[in-house]
């Protein structure tokens, strides 16, 4: 997950355990305990002697195996499974080694165990994602009036508040959080099928077995366990992907408004920090670009993916080489943007007074509709548009100021005298504060629990 060499956070970032989700032990253990539940569940439905079910379950631990057996195995073998297979035949004996892996193939063990293990790297970054909104309902709140310009296009659009920004944000990982749930559903599923995924090892057993095996692993499963399918792992990861898009764009807004041009975002300052081995005055935003870079790994992760998921018939070792070493890498990708993310919230810093000054950069220009709606009352919004369009054109020009121009217009003077008072007070358009206080809290009042939905993410405010 990068390298101190080109990533001086990389070692010192805390993904949760989520640096060791696939390790060899870890991976070993998701296969052993795909086996056990096999075993077990063919045990139980009288598939396999119930002693011999017992005996390879027993077996399916690591502290049982001879690993240094195991990896010289690999070199003769060249499989990715047997040489596990074989040293579970062999500690289980002659008696009931014969049972080992009955009936099913080796995708179904392989493919399964890298899903569960994503599965349980899900929940962890689960608990990671819910504290990047814990930061941001804090934001919405805390900034929920403090005024900014809105930018459409990189120009000034109208004033928001910070607080409205920072529920926007909430309400797209909150979109993407409802994406990934229905995604997992699809996901997270045991394929038992055997060879093409028709049973053909098993017979009229098989879906039973295999929904068994799913209930023992607190999966779920294949309604055709087709060893071709790959959609449903695609999906997931296309659903992490607009996640990370999201952390993507948070991160984008800090890396450009942190600079000397803008002034109004930046990350917690580290004392002891160096941005430049030759310009000593750089503090970079170093989370930042981790998020960044991060997610371009992803996207093209998630490319990958898409453009092989179509291969033909009824199983290819190189696409399922790919998807199983791809995962591995869609994980750490994810963590590191969700990490990173969540770092860079939690210490986040605001510079209300150069907001304001910014919006104060077009000398009230920023406030166009809001004079367009005003004179609009009396003069219909299509002249007064044109007019306001005018008196902003002129102003670009260096023929005086906006200001200026507007209150030689009908009905001009009164507005021009509003915005000046907004420029320095209350400035933000529309209902900015309520959607932040909203936002605010409804991840107040989500805590642990479920995640807000859409209806309930919905702004009601009485008409008048």
């Known amino acids: 997950m990068g390298t101190a060499f080109n990533d001086a956070l990389a070692a010192q970032v805390d993904l949760r355990g989520l640096r060791d989700a696939f390790s060899p032990a870890a991976t070993y253990s998701a296969f052993l305990e795909i086996e056990k539940a096999v075993a077990l569940v063919q045990g139980e439905m009288g598939m396999i002697p119930a002693d011999s079910a017992q005996t390879i379950a027993d077996n399916c631990c690591a502290n049982r195996l001879d690993m240094a057996r195991i990896e010289a195995d690999y070199g003769v073998t060249r499989h990715p499974l047997m040489p596990l297979l074989n040293e579970l035949v062999r500690v289980s004996g002659p008696k ?48 929920a009036a403090t005024t900014m310009a809105g930018r459409t296009h990189f120009r000034h659009a109208v004033p928001i508040t910070f607080g409205f920004k920072a ?47 799913a209930a023992r692993l607190g999966m779920g499963e294949m309604a055709i366990p087709s060893r071709a399918i790959r959609t449903h792992i695609c999906e997931y990861v296309n659903g992490l992907a607009l996640l990370a898009s999201v952390c993507h764009r948070i991160a984008e807004e800090v890396y450009q408004t942190s600079s000397e041009e803008f002034g109004e975002l930046r990350e917690k300052r580290l004392d002891g920090a160096i941005g430049s081995s030759t310009m000593p005055q750089k503090i970079n935003p170093v989370q930042c670009y981790g998020v960044i870079a991060n997610a371009n790994k992803l996207y093209s992760q998630a490319a990958m993916l898409m453009a092989n998921a179509h291969r033909p018939f009824d199983s290819d070792g190189s696409t399922n080489l790919l998807f199983e070493d791809t995962l591995v890498e869609v994980i750490a990708a994810a963590a590191e943007v969700l990490v990173r993310t969540e770092a860079l919230l939690s210490g986040l810093e605001l510079d209300p007074v150069r907001m304001r000054e910014n919006l ?21 919004k299509h002249q007064s548009h044109h007019l306001v369009h005018e008196a902003a054109i002129a102003a670009a020009s260096g023929e005086g100021t906006f200001l200026g121009h507007l209150e ?57």
């Open 167 to 213: 529920a926007v944000w909430i309400e797209e990982i909150l979109q993407s959080i409802e994406r990934l749930d229905t995604a997992r559903d699809r996901a997270f599923v045991v394929m038992m099928g055997g060879a093409v995924g028709c049973f053909s090892a098993i017979g009229a057993q098989g879906p039973e077995f295999q929904r068994r095996v």
């Open 96 to 143: 009931h080694g014969g049972y080992v892996h009955w009936g099913i193939t080796t995708q179904n063990v392989i493919q399964t165990g890298m899903l569960v293990l994503t599965k349980r790297a899900h929940d962890v970054m689960d608990t990671i994602t819910r504290d990047v909104l814990g930061h941001l309902g804090k934001l919405a709140r805390a900034h």
């Open 360 to 380: 104060k950069l077009s000398n009230g220009a920023i406030f166009g509709e809001y004079a367009m709606m005003q004179m609009g009352a009396t003069m219909g």
């Open 408 to 464: 030689r217009l009908p009905g001009g003077d009164v507005v021009s005298a509003d915005i000046r008072h907004m420029l320095d007070k209350d400035g933000a358009a529309g209902i900015c504060k309520e959607f932040a206080l909203h936002f605010a809290d409804l991840i107040d009042a989500m805590g642990s629990g479920p995640y807000p939905g859409a209806e309930q993410r919905k702004l009601g405010l009485a008409s008048t």
